[in-house]
């Protein structure tokens, strides 16, 4: 746990926050999806869930609870991956993470690529491709692409839902 996590979780423990001030703190975690916050907060938050873990880990019981259309409405709130629609409107922290990964410096030849299996894959799917791309690079995350897009989508939607809780995660552990 970074010093700057620790200070939070020590200086503004998730039990001690009303309502609103729980969700302005931790509803962006899952993309566009305040709505994790709201359940997690309505169930009750305890002292149990000061460590980013431990809210990692409620947080994703919130969304893995949840019924399908919720789940597929939160994996439809994020962007492409360094295609076309994710160099127009990105949050700071999908930004942040899509540069720390090199996918701001695609080549003309990288970038039609992840075009393309954007949208095979949306068209394959109905959703967007997610990867925590943290500690991956353009290649890596190409890899994976290439590989994933030829899943079946009982699976990809599994493997999607887990990416968004690795996202989350790292978010809470990077606060």
Known sequence: MTETTESLFITRPPNTLAESAFVSLYGW???HSP???HKLYARGITKSLHSPAALADAMAAVVNGAVDDDKLSLLRAHPDLAGKLALADLTASSQDEQKGAGL???S?????RFTELNDLYKQKFGFPFI????????ADILEAFERRVKN???AEFNEAIHQVHRI???RLEAL
């Open 168 to 170: 989350a995660k790292l």
């Open 35 to 37: 709505w994790v916050a």
């Open 104 to 106: 701001d410096q695609c």
């Open 152 to 154: 079946d989508p009982e």
């Open 108 to 112: 003309p030849e990288e970038l039609a």
């Open 29 to 31: 975690v899952y993309e």
């Open 131 to 138: 990867f925590a791309v943290k500690g991956f690079n353009r």
